[in-house]
């Protein structure tokens, strides 16, 4: 179900030598103003007394430097935030957010964060910055969890604009990035290490969790979810993977015609 928005209004300037009768072009949003956007949107569900988990991610993070801008003019009062990164700690810390974690604070009222791609049923694949697990954790214990994407982030399947991540144990990795390749097999599957270069044979990239991220690319839809979802979770060497099914209470859409809260029907 979507359920439209009051549209945002780009600003609009004429060139002098423009005719009279000549309408104004509408100044084209980049797509971290349409993040913006979102993140300022999904701010509005945060209310004084609340715990709130802090997403990571360039869109999250605008979301995180508006709670503070609110706690500062005292719009919102005694909030805890639960960060899902080391990233998202560093930043809320320096802001003056108070922060907690899980062990203090095992049900949260809300959690904000962005996403990588969402399917038709609100399904998101999250983790491309690595702190897939930490975000899952967080997110699954809120009692509302509100993603906020720019338009691009719409696919029509998951795994359809580029990798899912999987976080495996650092112990024969090679071994479980095989095995995770050999799973999806039937979608042209190609299971690649995670580096800090990009390259492969690199470095490993490491998680906050100590960890490494196998990357799985799709040359076609993976099929049920659910079913996908066991499959990876049956490989001892994988801790979680980036598919959050289900989870979204609602995803807030950033376009260029305006902000659209889309929720499960």
């Known amino acids: 179900m979507a359920i439209p928005c009051a549209p945002f209004i780009a600003s609009e300037k004429l060139s002098t030598a423009s005719a009279p009768s000549l309408s104004p072009s509408p100044v084209i949003l980049s797509q971290d103003e349409l993040k913006k956007i979102a993140a300022y949107k999904a701010v509005e569900f945060v209310e004084s007394g609340m715990v709130v988990g802090l997403g990571t991610g360039s869109t999250a993070k605008h979301a995180v430097d508006r709670i503070a801008d609110l706690l500062q003019q005292g719009k919102l009062k005694d909030i805890i935030g639960i960060p899902t990164s080391k990233q998202t700690h560093q930043q809320a810390s320096s802001l003056g957010i108070p922060l907690s974690d899980l062990d203090s604070h095992p049900t949260l009222d809300l959690a904000i964060d962005g996403a990588d791609e969402v399917d038709p049923d609100l399904n998101l694949v999250k983790g491309r910055g690595g702190s897939l697990l930490r975000e899952k954790m967080i997110e699954g214990a809120a009692k509302k969890f509100v993603v906020i994407v720019d338009e691009s982030k719409w696919v029509p399947h998951v795994g359809a604009s580029g990798a899912m991540p999987v976080e495996v144990v650092p112990f024969c990795s090679k071994f479980t990035q095989d095995s995770l390749g050999k799973i999806f097999e039937y979608a042209g599957c190609v299971a690649k290490l995670r580096t ?42 994988v801790i979680e993977h980036g598919m959050f099914i289900g989870m979204a209470t609602a995803v807030i859409v950033a376009g260029e015609l305006g902000v659209t ?5």
Do not use: C, M, W
């Open 196 to 237: 800090l270069s990009g390259e492969e044979g690199g470095e490993p990239f490491v998680t906050d969790n100590g960890n490494y991220i196998v990357n799985l690319f799709f040359k076609s839809d993976i099929g049920d979810l659910g079913a996908a979802s066991d499959a990876i979770h049956r490989l001892p060497g």
């Open 261 to 265: 809260v889309k929720t499960k029907s």
